[in-house]
């Protein structure tokens, strides 16, 4: 059974830093990519940054996440992270991280969330 939990959210100033953390456990099937998504209130699910699992491989990052976000991965522990610096209010929500996408962009799995408040 798969399950992909997420930590490390909480409430900074804004300009603060947080690192998320999704430690996976389980077979993912599906392609070797995982992601990032959040959502703020009742604004649709917003896609973050992608990662490539399967080894070195390339990153994406939303435009509002670029140059200030993180995507990484230890495989040795299964995790994957997402460090944001700078942060801005607009970063505020409940982050998911995904798994399992199929050739649809579709991801089967998903976290439970771990709420980012970003305060002015």
């Known amino acids: 059974q798969v399950q992909l939990v997420d930590s490390g959210g909480g409430s900074v100033q804004a300009g603060g830093s947080l690192k998320l953390s999704c430690k996976t456990s389980?077979?993912?099937?599906?392609?070797?990519?995982m992601a990032w998504f959040r959502r703020n209130g009742g604004k649709e699910r917003e896609w973050v940054a992608g990662?490539?699992?399967?080894?070195?491989?390339?990153?994406d990052y939303a435009d509002s996440a670029k140059g200030r976000f993180t995507i990484s991965q230890d495989n040795a522990k299964n995790t994957m992270y997402l460090q944001m610096n700078s942060l801005k209010p607009e970063d505020t929500g409940m982050y998911y991280c995904?798994?399992?996408?199929?050739?649809?962009?579709?991801?089967?799995?998903w976290g439970q969330g771990t709420q980012v408040t970003v305060s002015s």
């Open positions: 995904a798994a399992g996408r199929n050739s649809n962009g579709e991801f089967r799995y």
């Open positions: 389980g077979v993912i099937t599906g392609y070797n990519w």
């Open positions: 990662l490539y699992t399967a080894g070195p491989g390339p990153t």
